[in-house]
């Protein structure tokens, strides 16, 4: 039972004010003499990261080549995208929604300390199997990004040396288990030693956002190297936008871990 004033009212941007950074800093004396500014820009950064998936972008020029499409299949392409994208939207939405109704109010944001707490939200619906509902989600979740994006490194990383860059192929398969082989050990090293996962996945997240700026810029100049028919001015203009958008939060990023 959300109030839908407060979720509208949600839905008009705004950038971290003073009062929001002081509620996330908790009692402990590192985060308390810490920049809680840095903190809020790492979340957003975080947070870009997770829905403006440059690499994402990056990788649907392999796939196009790879399916054999051509331009007969762009309307094919463009309800696609509409449809992930919509399904994605409606799904985020009620995640923000039903976690602002169930803990706003009932939890300090001090006391969000790892992702069994916001589990919470889901006990008005499953009760006692928030919990497990809740794990078997982030598993889910986890385990379908670590693999696609591990996917997209394979791919990539055999185009780059030459070798056979199909999704098939062994090449790739073998860059892929590479990669996931290198994210398992950071991942169990931080689990193995006293960190704060809850910090180490968000700044691990926003470092992503440090490589976007070269992989927009290497969708711009593929954009200008196609004849101006091929491709109309307002996809041009987005694309220099996302590049801007990509290159500032870089450098925020960047200075915030610094």
């Known amino acids: 039972a959300p109030d839908w004033s407060e979720v509208i009212g949600g839905l008009v941007p705004s950038l971290p004010t003073p009062e929001a950074d002081a509620a996330l800093a908790s009692d402990s004396e590192a985060i308390a003499n810490s920049d809680n500014a840095s903190i809020a820009w790492l979340s957003m950064a975080a947070l870009v990261a997770t829905t403006f998936s440059v690499a994402g972008a990056f990788y649907?020029?392999?796939?196009?080549?790879?399916?054999?499409?051509?331009?007969?299949?762009?309307?094919?392409?463009?309800?696609?995208?509409?449809?992930?994208?919509?399904?994605?939207?409606?799904?985020?939405?009620?995640?923000?929604?039903?976690?602002?109704?169930?803990?706003?109010?009932?939890?300090?944001?001090?006391?969000?300390t790892d992702a069994s707490v916001v589990a919470l939200s889901l006990e008005p619906l499953f009760g006692s199997w928030a919990r497990i509902v809740f794990s078997i989600g982030i598993f889910a979740g986890a385990a379908s990004s670590f693999l696609v994006n591990a996917l997209i490194g394979g791919v990539v990383f055999c185009d780059a040396i030459g070798t056979d860059c199909r999704v098939s192929s062994q090449p790739v398969r073998r860059a892929t288990i590479a990669a996931l082989l290198a994210g398992w050990a950071v991942a169990s090293l931080a689990a193995l030693t006293d960190v704060d996962l809850v910090s180490f996945i968000v700044i691990a997240q926003s470092l992503t956002v440090l490589c976007f700026p070269l992989l927009a810029g290497v969708i711009v100049w593929q954009l200008h190297t196609l004849d101006r028919k091929d491709v109309a001015w307002p996809i041009r203009v987005l694309a220099w936008i996302g590049l801007a958008v990509v290159i500032a939060l870089s450098l925020k990023t960047l200075s915030g871990l610094i």
């Open 60 to 112: 649907q020029s392999y796939q196009v080549k790879e399916k054999g499409w051509k331009r007969d299949n762009l309307s094919t392409g463009f309800l696609d995208v509409f449809v992930g994208i919509s399904s994605l939207a409606l799904i985020t939405g009620m995640i923000y929604v039903t976690a602002a109704t169930a803990l706003h109010g009932n939890i300090a944001p001090k006391d969000l």
